[in-house]
């Protein structure tokens, strides 16, 4: 039995279905055979993978490299018996160590979700008797009865089907139902064309069908998607990645020149436990203990930014992630598009009319040349055009909570809309042609027809179905005027044409000559002569501000690759509206549109290569999604993928940042998301870009500004113990200055504004250093400054016969207002003070203001003396170090005067 699971159900005939299954169309299975196999296959639902332990997950946390420095560090203060110190270098890494395990474990929240839209009941035939069970009692073999409102419980193979349409987007990306029919499908049919099968968790919206259960709990469509988001990596972000390679190579220079300092001591003469102290105090120095601090509340500040422009953020580190992204992986329906069908050109009475506005909201126009239709100048043969699409109509559109929604299929409401548009009132309509019979939707015909009964028993018949079944069956079609007038054949089909090749759905629409002396309808009395309306034309709409918000990505250097399960033509045509395939430089016309069966045959490398030269990728299984976003990165690309459904979860949980929608999207893709979008909203992207971009600035601003601190303060323990005098900082002043500048000081570019221009630049290169050579000349610059400022002025102090506590107060205060200083420097990498606004972050001059109060307590206040080592200093010291901090500010903005003027990127004069 378990052999037949990996059958292709679509393409075995039905009597062999049911040989294989060893089961009855009539009679189902048993008690004892249904107990049997439940015992062999286990219950429907999907399994649950064991996890890793919350402890483990805990411990994990402090495997990097940065958190080995902030623990020696934590372990060298307490040797120290600096308890405050230490509690706060170890509070820092506890801190984080509990946010990255509260955001773990996204692949197995992701599965929980999934097994939780199983919880269904379905009616079955077991003994040959109709009963109702929890679905996950079911079995292969069981025979399953579906009818409208029903959600499938299992992958069924279709048979006895009756108007069965099914709405599969959240596992096809199909935007429109699928109407579903029991003839047998070729081998190599893809997944989105499974007509003969109902798959789990889907939703049945019209109509009724038997089916016999070919698959159950994991071995079902959403069972395999379910082992793809358990393998599918949660990839490292590039900050992540940036900051352990950074840590790595820190961890290094520091362990070298700390046992340098050692032997150089040593060798020397001195005492080998001063110069180990010492070791100490230069390892304490060169380690930015406020650096994951500062990460964790950039981070967080940047997450509510986002959250105020929509972008709920699931993962600290998916903000930056978004500053890195270099391609775009969007989904199609209900992402770039508004998932709700719209009319959009409408052919009467051989003239075509446009229609504007989108959605099911009856606000908009009816247009003719450029100008609107109004009720009462529009042609007889427009007004039943509409009037049909309005009666021949079993669906409503209602506003909810300032959303118009249907109730029904998706078709029929963008007909209601349409006709609202131009000023028909359907209650009206209703009650004037009232409805008295109805050839309902079947698969086999592709047509409804409704009969209806007007002032003085006057009778007409309307029908609305597909192209290609009605147009055979009408030999005449309405004139502008409301005359009959004989049909030309070709001619309709030629405008019928042009609108599908606008990627419109179209549907025609006729009127049939009532039944003489009957009160019902027969399929015979809509088999010919039936006179066209006209038809509509009709299409999942492109948002408007998705249009803006891909130019503005494209105009970043974002690429944007469309990945949907909708046909290509349908696809293609969205691309072009929002203007992922209008640009050539962006996307070539001769590789714009690959299919999921062109997919199928392409290696792993064929792919990585095509998925870079393509823009819009049709007809994909979720397999297919998730092989897509590892070609990308494959190539170096930061990969941003969107979704709504349950078949974008993989790729979702794969992508360096998976972006669900909020409104539309399924409960599983949110769990397996970095990023949720609230409003389903394309533009947001854009702005959450534009903010992660102002993340990973700040962030970098911060490393800028507190690296030059800990180089200054390494360099400084070793001109000493090279030079061979008492060390200028002590290890506890060393602290006292990392962790009091690093919050006070450090933390307030975190509210930095966002630089002009942001959004007009490129990407990052993936495997860019966090530091470009100008950053590193410039922290040498500081550190340099910091050096000669601070021992200089140490000895010096020392020379006028103060006391060595005074000489070390002017050090660390030489250290405090070089770095305050600096700061207004480190606003902007590149932009002068001038141009970036001495108020436009009122935050660093609230933390400058605490410092220097903090500062002259540390210098005056007898118990920061007690505590630190510190003396009162006189006003000559104060004068001597502000001249260092101002020159050091002076220096450093000349230079990035220089760079601005010739460096890259730079304007000449």
């Not at 060893?22 to 299975?29: E, K, V």
């Not at 046992?259 to 930015?288: H, K, N």
């Not at 052919?347 to 099911?360: H, K, N, T």
């Not at 079993?394 to 007909?415: C, H, M, N, Q």
Request: proline residues 5%; aromatic residues 6%; charged residues 20%.
């Amino acid at each position: 039995m378990e052999t037949l699971l990996a059958r292709q159900w679509h393409h075995i005939p039905e009597s062999e279905v049911y040989e294989l299954l060893d089961t009855h169309p009539d009679r189902g299975l048993d008690r004892f055979e249904v107990e049997r196999r439940q015992e062999h296959f286990g219950p429907n639902v999907l399994p649950q993978r064991k996890g890793t332990g919350p402890l483990t997950r805990f411990l994990q946390q402090f495997r990097q490299p940065l958190v080995y420095i902030l623990l020696a560090a934590g372990l060298i203060t307490l040797s120290l018996h600096e308890w405050v110190d230490a509690g706060v270098i170890l509070g820092v890494v506890l801190v984080n160590a509990v946010i990255g395990f509260i955001q773990e474990s996204k692949a197995a929240e992701a599965i929980e979700a999934l097994g939780r839209t199983m919880t269904t009941e379905a009616n079955l035939v077991r003994a040959g008797k109709v009963v109702r069970v929890p679905s996950r009692d079911l079995v292969p073999g069981d025979v399953v009865l579906l009818q409208s409102g029903d959600r499938v419980p299992a992958d069924l193979r279709l048979f006895k089907v009756r108007n069965l349409q099914t709405d599969e987007s959240a596992l096809t990306g199909e935007s429109l139902p699928v109407i579903k029919r029991a003839a047998l499908l070729e081998r190599d049919t893809s997944l989105a064309e499974h007509h003969n099968m109902a798959h789990s968790s889907t939703l049945v919206t019209a109509g009724q069908a038997s089916g016999v259960v070919v698959a159950t709990a994991g071995d079902t469509e959403i069972g395999r998607i379910s082992e793809l988001l358990s393998t599918a990596e949660s990839l490292a972000t590039p900050l992540t990645h940036k900051i352990e390679h950074f840590s790595k190579i820190l961890l290094y220079v520091i362990l070298a020149l700390a046992a340098a300092t050692f032997v150089v001591g040593v060798a020397r003469g001195q005492s080998v436990v001063e110069m180990f102290m010492s070791a100490v105090a230069l390892a304490v120095g060169a380690i930015p203990e406020g650096l994951p601090a500062a990460m964790t509340i950039t981070l967080a500040i940047g997450i509510n930014r986002m959250a105020r422009r929509n972008a709920i953020i699931r993962k600290l580190p998916a903000v930056e992630t978004l500053g890195s992204t270099t391609v775009i992986c969007s989904d199609k329906t209900g992402t770039l598009t508004e998932n709700q069908m719209t009319v959009r050109a409408i052919y009467a009475g051989g003239l075509r009319y446009e229609v504007s506005g989108s959605g099911f909201a009856p606000a908009g126009d009816v247009i003719r040349d450029g100008r609107k239709v109004a009720m009462e100048t529009a042609g007889q043969t427009l007004k039943e055009c509409l009037i049909c699409g309005m009666l021949n109509n079993d669906s409503d559109i209602e506003e909810s909570d300032g959303r118009w929604k249907v109730r029904g299929d998706p078709t029929e409401g963008a007909l209601l809309a349409a006709g609202a548009k131009l000023g028909l009132n359907r209650e009206q309509l209703n009650i004037q042609w009232p409805r008295r019979d109805t050839l309902p939707f079947e698969s086999e015909h592709q047509y409804m027809a409704t009969l209806h009964e007007g002032p003085e028993s006057a009778r007409l018949v309307y029908v609305k179905g597909a192209a290609e079944k009605l147009l055979p069956r009408c030999d005449r079609m309405l004139d502008e005027h409301g005359m009959e007038a004989p049909l030309d054949p070709d001619a309709v089909t030629a405008e019928v044409e042009a609108l599908a090749r606008e990627g419109l759905r179209v549907l025609v629409l006729a009127r049939g000559k009532p039944p003489e002396g009957a009160a019902s309808l027969e399929q015979e009395n809509v088999a010919s002569g039936l006179v066209l309306l006209g038809f509509q034309g009709m299409i999942d709409p492109p948002r408007q501000e998705a249009v803006a918000a891909v130019s503005a990505c494209l105009g970043a250097g974002i690429k944007i690759k469309m990945i949907t399960g909708d046909h290509a033509l349908t696809a293609a045509t969205i691309a072009e509206q929002v203007g992922i395939t209008s640009r050539e430089d962006a996307c070539p016309p001769e590789r714009q549109v690959i299919t999921g069966r062109e997919l199928e045959s392409l290696s792993d490398e064929e792919l990585t290569d095509r998925a870079a030269r393509s823009c819009v990728f049709a007809r994909v299984t979720p397999e297919q999604k998730l092989r897509l976003v590892r070609a990308l990165q494959a190539r170096g690309e930061v990969a941003a993928m969107t979704g709504d459904g349950v078949n974008d979860a993989p790729a979702l949980r794969q992508a360096n940042i998976g972006i669900a929608m909020g409104l539309s999207g399924t409960e599983v893709a949110k769990e397996a998301a970095d990023m949720v979008l609230t409003d389903d909203n394309f533009a947001t992207i854009e702005a959450a870009i534009e903010e992660g971009r102002g993340v990973f600035d700040n962030l970098t601003k911060f490393i800028v500004w507190t690296l030059p601190t800990n180089l200054g303060e390494g360099l400084v323990i070793m001109a000493a113990i090279f030079v061979g005098v008492a060390l200028p900082i002590l290890p506890v002043q060393i602290l006292w200055i990392n962790m009091t500048t690093a919050v006070l000081l450090g933390l307030t570019l975190a509210f930095e504004p966002k630089e002009p221009g942001i959004m007009i630049r490129p990407p990052r290169e993936p495997d860019a250093p966090i530091l470009t050579g100008m950053l590193i000349g410039r922290i040498v610059i500081v550190g340099a400054c910091l050096l000669a400022g601070a021992f200089g002025l140490f000895e010096w102090a020392l020379h006028s016969r103060v006391d060595a506590a005074v000489a070390r107060t002017v050090a660390v205060n030489v250290f405090v207002f070089t770095e305050l200083a600096y700061l207004f420097n480190c606003r902007s990498l590149r932009a002068s003070m001038r141009q970036v606004g001495l108020f436009t972050n009122r935050w660093v001059w609230a933390g400058a203001g605490v410092m220097t109060l903090l500062q002259l307590l540390f210098t005056y206040s007898p118990l920061f003396n007690r505590v630190f080592g510190s003396a009162p200093i006189a006003a000559a010291h104060w004068l001597a170090l502000g001249a260092v901090a101002i020159a050091t500010s002076v220096i450093v903005s000349v230079e990035k005067k220089l760079w601005r003027r010739w460096g890259p990127g730079a304007v000449k004069p």
